[in-house]
């Protein structure tokens, strides 16, 4: 089966500009999640959908960031302005339901903010 | 405390050595428990699930101990290709699963 798709790999831009990543998961994955992983720490949750439902934001900096996953399928994440301590790995994973269920990692993003 | 802690090593072992990584967890009404290999600069990749009763995939072992309230990883007879970050991510209900911040593992010739 194909994995879970993301793009960019790589984006580059200065702070104070916006950029959006997209996520598309293994098909007939109910449940997509972001994660914002920094160098040395594990992944941390920002979003999780359950179809195109929000589950959990609760570290979703919503000031800046913000998640959509229309049709509850494919999904995307938006940095507006960006600010310099976002630069990190943007991973998106898909499990086929919430519960007990591993989750499957796409190639993730990586960000850097100049 | 944190919700889920990991040593985070590094662990430097000799190929052929035995090495183990536990993962303790705060929340007793956990439910899944897994284990995750991460390469340098690569995506999180499961290794295994944790089981209650224990289970081994090869040179692997997972163990789940409730009553202490942590789960462990055995690696037997260590390649150099075991080198990696490994995570333990534990579901703790209400559709939340947490990450370990990870045990860097780096296996000598």
């Known amino acids: 089966e194909a994995g879970v798709a993301q793009s960019p790999r790589y984006k580059i831009i200065e702070k104070r500009q916006s950029v959006a990543f997209w996520c598309n998961p293994i098909s007939g994955h109910a449940t997509l999640y972001w994660y914002q992983q920094i160098l040395g720490q594990g992944p941390k949750l920002l979003i999780q959908?359950?179809?195109?439902?929000?589950?959990?934001d609760s570290q979703l900096p919503k000031d800046r960031f913000s998640a959509e996953r229309l049709k509850g399928v494919d999904s995307t994440l938006k940095i507006q302005p960006a600010k310099l301590e976002d630069s990190a790995v943007y991973l998106c994973?898909?499990?086929?339901?919430?519960?007990?269920?591993?989750?499957?990692f796409g190639d993730g993003t990586r960000l850097s903010i100049l | 405390r944190k919700e889920v802690e990991q040593d985070p090593g590094p662990f430097n072992v000799p190929e052929g050595a035995t090495v183990a990584f536990n993962c303790t967890y705060s929340n007793s009404a956990s439910q899944s428990f897994f284990w995750y290999r991460q390469d340098c600069r690569k995506e999180p990749k499961l290794l295994m699930s944790?089981?209650?009763s224990g289970n081994e995939d090869g040179r692997f072992t997972a163990q789940l101990n409730r009553a202490s309230q942590y789960i462990s990883l055995l690696i037997r007879d260590s390649k150099l290709s075991d080198s990696a970050t490994y995570l333990c991510?534990?579901?703790?209900?209400?559709?939340?699963?947490?990450f370990g911040a990870g045990t860097r593992l780096f296996v000598k010739a």
């Open positions: 959908f359950q179809n195109n439902g929000v589950v959990d």
């Open positions: 994973a898909s499990s086929a339901t919430t519960y007990n269920q591993p989750q499957h």
């Open positions: 944790v089981y209650s």
């Open positions: 991510a534990v579901y703790t209900g209400g559709f939340k699963t947490i």
